[in-house]
């Protein structure tokens, strides 16, 4: 058996806040243009190790492509 104890309830005693639509603002059509700033270190990150591994690959092409020559 369940015993349920209830509490008087009274009226509340402070003047209810504006409503959500003031405190929050609304642009129907609108994005936010700001980026996170996690996202911009993850883009800088990706695209500094783009152009460092590209930098790696042509040199390992110009070594290659020089010891061939060397060789004929």
Do not use: C, K
Request: net charge positive; charged share 15%; no cysteine.
């Amino acid at each position: 058996m369940a015993v349920v104890f209830l509490a008087p309830v009274t009226p509340s005693t402070t003047t209810p806040g504006s409503p959500f639509y003031e405190q929050v603002p609304v642009r129907i059509h609108g994005h936010d243009t700001s980026w996170p700033p996690v996202l911009i270190v993850a883009v800088l990150v990706v695209v500094v190790g783009g152009l460092f591994l590209a930098m790696v690959f042509l040199r390992n092409v110009r070594a290659t492509l020089r010891a061939e020559r060397r060789n004929d």
